[in-house]
């Protein structure tokens, strides 16, 4: 007997989050013990935890992060000794469109054309607490930006992948690359919804060209691309 539950599974999922939803798993107010694995998530942010979620993993997903508060791939809040959330294995793209639209607007067409400064879609992950003081367990994730670059929020300071690594041990294995093209990415949602898996296709074999200067239909390349995605007949 234990008072550990078994992880409840969220698995093999489709997840949009537009129209204000935000993230594509909120583990808020206490949400605890979740499995969450090889889940294509669109529009939407990855993994959040504050208010007192606990010991749930979230690995092995595809993140399509659209739009952008600067906790694109998760955002965590801080855990108690051996109950801390461990992230690994999952891939997070940012930089589909130009667009900004608050998680609390609740209809796309508030959208406003921002961010105004390109390095907001640099930041794949938001952490309240000091980087050195946090529990959270992070490895092994791969993350495409426009600039190829990715940075992490740590307490109001701003780390590197390779600062936090070296000087945290937070985010071992874990790499960075350029929003690939949206040929790729349809491949990649493709390869995750229906085989459980696309690690064959990160790079080196993933094309990247940036995307072009921000006008009001810059989305549409690789969102339209996305919508023709279809499933396959049973």
């Known amino acids: 007997p234990s008072f550990r539950p078994l992880h409840r599974q969220i698995r093999s999922n489709f997840i949009f989050a537009n129209y204000g939803g935000s993230q594509g798993v909120d583990n808020d107010d206490g949400s ?12 939407a942010e990855g993994f959040k935890m504050d208010y ?25 809040a801080s855990f108690l000794k051996d109950h801390e959330d461990r992230l690994y294995n999952n891939i997070c793209v940012v930089g589909l469109g130009r667009h900004f639209l608050d998680s609390g607007c609740g209809n796309p067409t508030c959208a406003s054309q921002a961010p ?10 938001y952490i309240w607490e000091d980087c050195d003081k946090t529990r959270l367990r992070l490895s092994n ?35 960075y690359h350029k929003t690939p093209r949206a040929r790729a990415l349809v491949d990649m949602a493709s390869a995750m919804l229906f085989n459980g898996d696309a690690e064959h296709l990160l790079p080196q074999r993933l094309p990247t060209s940036p995307l072009p200067p921000a006008t009001a ?4 390349p690789a969102t339209a691309k996305l919508r023709s995605l279809r499933m396959p007949r049973r």
């Open 32 to 43: 605890s013990w979740y499995n969450i694995s090889r889940n294509v998530f669109y529009m």
């Open 52 to 76: 007192g979620g606990h010991d749930s993993i979230f690995h092995d997903n595809l993140i399509l992060s659209y739009p952008y508060d600067n906790s694109q791939c998760f955002n965590v």
């Open 116 to 125: 105004v400064d390109e390095t907001s879609m640099e930041v794949v992950g």
């Open 141 to 175: 994730n791969t993350y495409f930006t426009n600039n190829g670059t990715a940075v992490i929020h740590c307490g109001g300071r701003q780390h590197t992948i390779e600062e936090m690594q070296r000087l945290h041990g937070l985010e071992v294995g874990s790499t």
């Open 217 to 220: 239909t810059s989305t549409e």
